[in-house]
């Protein structure tokens, strides 16, 4: 159930988040009629073994499932035995420590059928004197709201101080709970001892397709130069590889990039955090997104890699690039999009995170309106309501010759097939209408 082995698929969320435009819409619809927040809440632990290095394990899980079908039970035996390896990516480099700064992170599970569930991990160290090692706790959950899991995973912390089993009702009472609809709250009642009862609320983003999403961690890395860089070559479906230390940074810059193609959806593999045992994933020849630890890096330069852009979270730079980055882009269109991000960038401090999702949203989906925007009237409807993109007139109908032949690169990108696919599917037949 993971990416890039033991029969996973290669196929990539969204957003990563949830995939994004009308099936993200269809995803989020049913995980919330499931009336779940999450699928698991597991405890993954470093366990010696007998060479003397660790390994991940997972101690605890929530809830137990039972009297699964055949084909449940190995689907969950899957997604079970990929989450340490994602909780813990960075290797067997570990020892007892005092100390340890919390930090959180997510990853994305993608499955044979394409569907994907994302890992939201919150790593620390118990509490307790003494040395110690890092524990993992990690909510699965096919809802993509990082905003949101990052406060249920404060709580699950703060619970954890004190002992596991104040975790047990809080999660119990989550789970009860339905998944608010966006913009709204829901409030969870958790009995604490010596605190008494607390309500704590849970509010979603008013705009859905931006609550996995941290923009303002990406502006804060690299210059809008070279995220326009970044934001041509997934454009063109290539390989990109992510470097910083942090596993948080890593994963909330790799959303970020993916969600800046809204409201078409990166179909490729899609690890925001790759684990050091599957480092070989760069050397696939089909387009891919991930993040690697700064301490690959020696590791990952040496591997017989095909074209790729490589960039360094942790410096702001690009390590390597194929060359055209600067001329994949129409030029006007770039420069538009080059002052936006520079005013919103100069602005950072002035704006909430929540403003500056939603103005550099505004600046990339004005970019695909003004290219894309008239693809509507370029699908021929049949009388049973099925529709078919007339792909020439759409590119003939661009009149400026720069943009046409970027997108005539563009419309044989996956991303651009699966969102006139759905396109296709989206009008209601009218009786006695063409």
């Known amino acids: 159930a993971s990416e890039g082995k033991d029969g996973a698929s290669a196929a990539e969320n969204t957003p990563p988040q949830v995939p994004q435009g009308k099936l993200g819409e269809r995803i989020s619809a049913f995980c919330s009629a499931g009336q779940f927040f999450f699928e698991y809440l597991v405890v993954v632990s470093l366990k010696k073994m007998p060479d003397g290095h660790y390994e991940p394990k997972i101690t605890y899980q929530f809830p137990k ?30 020892a007892p420590v005092t100390e340890f700064t919390s930090e959180t992170f997510s990853f994305v599970l993608t499955n044979v059928d394409g569907s994907r569930k994302i ?19 990690c909510i699965i959950s096919c809802l993509g709201c990082f905003g949101l899991f990052s406060k249920i995973l404060d709580e699950v912390e703060k619970r954890r101080q004190i002992s596991m089993a104040v975790i047990y009702p809080f999660m119990q009472g989550l789970r009860e ?61 290539r390989r990109l590889i992510f470097l910083a230390e942090e596993l948080s940074v890593l994963s909330q810059c790799i959303h970020a990039v993916a969600a800046l193609l809204y409201p078409f959806t990166w179909a490729h593999t ?42 360094d979270l942790c410096e702001g730079k690009i390590i390597r690039a194929v060359g055209d980055e600067e001329e994949i882009l129409p030029r006007k269109l770039q420069n538009e999009m080059l002052i936006s991000l520079n005013r919103h960038n100069n602005n950072n401090n002035v704006h909430t995170s929540e403003q500056v999702n939603a103005l550099v949203s505004e600046a990339f989906v004005h970019f695909f309106v003004r290219l894309l925007g008239h693809y509507g009237s370029h699908i021929k409807w049949g009388r049973s309501g099925s529709g078919s993109f007339q792909e020439r007139a759409f590119c003939k109908a661009i009149a400026s010759k720069s943009c046409r032949r970027f997108v005539k690169k563009f419309v044989k990108t996956n991303m651009f097939s699966l969102f006139i696919e759905e396109a296709e599917k989206s009008r209601i037949p009218q009786e006695g209408n063409g």
């Open 270 to 311: 899609y690890i925001p955090v790759l684990p050091e045992c599957l480092l070989d994933t760069v050397c696939c020849p089909t387009p891919f997104m991930v993040g690697i630890q700064m301490r690959h890096l020696e590791r990952v330069l040496e591997q017989p890699m095909e074209e790729a852009l490589i960039v």
């Open 177 to 237: 709970s339905p998944f608010p609809a966006p913009g709204k709250t829901v409030t969870i009642k958790s009995f604490i001892p010596e605190s008494g009862t607390e309500l704590i609320e849970l509010t979603r983003p008013v705009d859905a397709h931006l609550e996995h999403v941290e923009f303002q961690a990406l502006l804060q890395r690299l210059s809008p130069h070279l995220i326009l860089h970044i934001f041509a070559s997934t454009m063109l479906e």
């Open 65 to 94: 499932r039972e009297n699964l079908l055949k084909g449940q039970k190995e689907e969950e035996e899957r997604l079970l035995q990929a989450i340490p390896l994602f909780c813990f990516p960075d290797g067997n480099n570990w």
């Open 119 to 137: 890992g939201y991990c919150r790593r620390l160290l118990p509490s307790g004197r003494g040395v110690q090692l890092p524990e993992v706790f």
